[in-house]
Every structure is written in C-alpha cells, then in structure tokens.
C-alpha cells in the first residue's frame, strides 16, 4: 500500500501530499502522523500540499482534523504551499481551514513554527517570573 | 385601413409643407430650451423628414416601419436621435422632434377634410398612429444608444484592473475602488493571490476607501478575500474604513473579524511593524510615530 512519507526536521515534522487522498490514506496518514509526534516529541507538524492542484472538502475536514489532533498532542500544525486557485475553492466552499495556521512555502512554515514554539516559551518564561 | 389615408398625407405634405414646416418649428421652439443652433439644425432635419414621410407614405403601408420605404425616415430619426443624445436632451426633448408635428399637422387635416367628420377622424387616427410609431423609435433609439454608452463605460471599469502594489518587501495594498461584486470579487482574489505567490509577501492591505458602500454582500466578498489571502499564509488588514461605514458595519451586525485600521498610513505602520520594521522620524530620533 501507499504510503506517505513523515520527514522530521529537528522538532517539527514535515509531511508532504503529493499524491490523491482518499480515505484509507488518510486514516492511515492520521494513525502515522499521531504516532511519530508522539514517539519523537514533535512540536510542529507542516504539511506541504503544493504538489494539490485539487482540494475536496473531504481533504479540507482531514486538514483540520490533523491540526486539532496535533494540538491535542502540544503540537502546531502550518499548512504550506497552498497554490491560489485551491484557495479560493476552498473560501467557495466555505471552508476556511480557521483552525490550521498557513504559510506560503516551506521556508515561511518553518520560521513560523518556530515563533510559535518560542512565543509560547516566552509566555512560559513570563508566568514563571 | 382604406387605402386614401395612404395618399391623403403626401399630398398634404406637397401643397403645404411651407406652412407646416414652419408650424412644426414654432411647436418645437415653444417647448423649452432653444438656441440657434438648434434653431438651423432643427429646421434642416425637419426639411428633410417632410420629404421622407412623404416620400414613404405615398408608398402605402403606414402600419409597418421597418418595410423598405421607411428606411430612410428611419435613418433620419436615427440621426436626430444621436445628435440630440450627445447634445444632453432629455428623452422626451427628443421624442418630441416627431410629437410636435401633430398639431400643425392635425389642423392641416381640419381645414382640408371640412364639414366631414368620418373621413377626419379618420385621417387624424391614421397619422397619429404613424406619428406615434415614428416618435417610439426616435426615443427606442436614443434608448439604444445610450445603453450602448454604458455598456462600453462597464467593459472600461472592467478593466481598470484591480491593482495590487507592493509597499514594502513583503507587504502588499490592494486599494479597491468602486462596487465590489462577485466578478469584481473574483478578479481582485485572483489577483492578489498571485502577487503573494510572486512577492512572498506575508501582509495584505486591503484598502476600501473607495469603496461606496458596505452591505452584507460586499461584506462577505471581503472576507472571502481576506480568507483566501490567509490559507496563502498571508494576513490581511483592512484599511480606510469611513465613519459612516464603520457605522453601517455594525448596524448590519457584520462580523469582519479582520484587523482594521481607519487610514491606509495606520495600516502600513501597522504592517511594518508586523514585519519587525519601525518608521524613524529622523529629526527626533528617539521618539517613532507608533509611540
């Protein structure tokens, strides 16, 4: 069976759609990915999907899922790569994605994750003191 | 229709056309706004009608306009029509190049008919149907050519693109102007979508000082907008937002849910700031405008 492939790149965990979803991938997807955040401590999670030329609903609801999961697990989830004529079928279909945050490119994505982590430390650091 | 009504109005255009010519015009003079160059203009065209209509109604066939002997009378209300037109008459002032020609005309049909009732009422219900038709298409055609003006000042609108600037290395303004519609909507979303794939820019200014008025609909166009912009990874400011405006928004009960600023300069500084720029005034040094 297919698979698709989990990256890790320091603490975050980079993920890459480059095929067409359906929904034994993407449950498959789900089970892998909460495994490995779990299993290397993950903070971040990407996922690229520039290589989409075609987003469903169907991967729109396993977009967020995955962002709510990873939250759950302490991690943030950045969606990049997102080409501009999915984004606007996307808002057609009223599918916002409000609860995944985005990037334009793997760059971006990573430096975003990062400011979250340490944002999120430094209102650690600032409670503490 | 019996057909001596046919040959009943050129004759009476041949033996008096002087005198209705000159009845028509002194109708058309009474009626408002007149100046000299009318004056000449209209007597012309008025010249060449009577011609026309006599030439086309000694033909026969007073019912159908659009027969070939009328395409002559119809070239000239046309004339009529666009000359009036670009000289900012009124539909009716136009129309009533033809309307006015009624009266010297029914009392020519008075005089002519006499005592005979039947072959009057006849002769006048002919040529005011005539007369009708011909003032609807006088006015059918200024219609026509006005609808023909804004349809070309639509296309232009069109496209006057939307533009997208870049302000700053990774800041962007979209300054909107005019109406936002669907289409509008659809070309300033594309747009705006492809700048941020070019420039990588992480802000977007939407300006809608231009924008006249805000409803629900062109509420939810910007959001759609400013939705599409961040799954692009690129946040979104809206700026120059009028007090009136502001206003309507929360009366409506729309829910922007975006950073607003009310001038585009509070936007940029806010957006540099976003970007970990600061604008310095130089002459005091210490002190930026953000503080």
Redesign the interface.
Known sequence: MEQIPILKIGDCLLVSIQVDMHDRLAMALQDDLTAKIVASRARGVMIDISALEVVDSFIGRMLNNIAAMSRVLDAVTV??G?Q?A???T???LGL??TGVR????VD??LA?IRRLIDGEEDELDRRKG | MPKRFETALPVLIDKHQKQLLEGWLSQQRSSGAWTAEDESDTKSQATRFLAELRKAATAGQLEDLQARQWAGTRELLEEVSRARAARGFTPSQTALFVFSLKEPLFALLRDESGDNAEKLAAEIWAATALLDRLGLYTTEFFQKAREEVIARQQAEMLELSTPVVQLWEGILAVPLIGTLDSARTQVVMENLLQEIVKTGAEIAIIDITGVPTVDTLVAQHLLKTVSAARLMGADCIISGIRPQIAQTIVHLGVDLSVTSKATMADAFELALRRVGKTVVDRANPIRTPAE
Request: charged fraction near 10%; glycine fraction near 6%; charge should be neutral.
């Open positions: 969606v990049v997102m501009p999915v984004a606007i996307l808002v057609e916002a994605l985005t990037a334009l490119n971006k994505g975003l």
